[in-house]
């Protein structure tokens, strides 16, 4: 499996951004998604999550407290596909986003995914 990350970048505060994850070669069912971030020094964070019923459209599950009100998530069961809509960004944003992706074999057994990262930068 696996996942492929699209658009971190180079941007000033108040700007937005919108990161895209998809998981590709997983034949189990996807329960959950979720962006992650990760600066210098520091652990990784959840930023936020979905949670996946039924091949439906996820529901949102949680989000990092400082980032409530300005970021987004959504996604699509059916399509394997999660987006973060980041707005009013600001410097202390700045990190690695990383998508995971939590599936379920037919058994109940877990399958745990990372994506590689990509860099969102926010400059004062």
């Known amino acids: 499996v696996q996942l492929e990350e699209s658009g971190g970048g180079l941007v000033q505060a108040g700007d937005s951004l919108t990161l895209s994850c998809a998981a590709h070669?997983?034949?189990?069912?996807?329960?959950?998604m979720g962006w992650y971030r990760q600066a210098p020094g520091k652990p990784r964070d959840l930023v936020a999550a979905?949670?996946?019923?039924?091949?439906?459209?996820?529901?949102?599950?949680s989000y990092l407290d400082s980032v409530k009100g300005r970021f987004t998530i959504s996604g699509d069961g059916r399509k394997n596909t999660m987006y973060l809509q980041m707005t009013t960004l600001k410097p202390e944003d700045t990190a690695v986003y990383y998508c995971?992706?939590?599936?379920?074999?037919?058994?109940?057994?877990?399958?745990?995914?990372w994506g590689q990262g990509t860099q969102v930068t926010v400059s004062p």
């Open positions: 979905l949670t996946f019923g039924h091949g439906t459209a996820g529901y949102e599950d």
């Open positions: 995971h992706a939590l599936f379920l074999d037919s058994s109940g057994q877990e399958h745990t995914y």
């Open positions: 070669g997983s034949t189990f069912s996807l329960a959950s």
